[in-house]
């Protein structure tokens, strides 16, 4: 981190406080996600994947429509720093 650019550090203070307060306040239990699990293993044919929560589904779904993955970038970007302009400090 000591060789990066503050703008750059800034972007990657502001990543980690996002990730931090998603998993403090919108994390699924641990609960729900094992019923899930165990539920898919006790299936004759389980599925590739089991979606335990519809929380990122308006994002996953951007991956299909958006051939060259731009608009689920920016979605994303906009996700973790609050859309706008993204740089230096900023809350």
């Given at each position: 981190?000591?060789?990066?650019?503050?703008?750059?550090?800034?972007?990657?203070?502001?990543?980690?406080?996002?990730?931090?307060?998603?998993?403090?306040?919108?994390?699924?239990?641990?609960?729900?996600?094992?019923?899930?699990?165990?539920?898919?293993?006790?299936?004759?044919?389980?599925?590739?994947?089991?979606?335990?929560?519809q929380l990122f589904a308006p994002l996953s779904?951007?991956?299909?429509?958006?051939?060259?993955?731009?608009?689920?970038?920016?979605?994303?970007?906009?996700?973790?720093?609050?859309?706008?302009?993204?740089?230096?400090?900023?809350?």
């Amino acid at each position: 981190m000591q060789g990066l650019d503050a703008e750059t550090r800034g972007l990657y203070r502001r990543f980690l406080q996002h990730c931090q307060s998603l998993f403090r306040d919108t994390a699924q239990e641990v609960e729900d996600v094992l019923q899930a699990f165990l539920e898919a293993m006790g299936t004759p044919c389980p599925p590739l994947r089991r979606v335990t929560t519809q929380l990122f589904a308006p994002l996953s779904r951007l991956r299909l429509t958006s051939p060259d993955g731009s608009a689920y970038v920016q979605a994303m970007h906009d996700f973790v720093f609050g859309g706008g302009e993204a740089g230096g400090d900023q809350p």
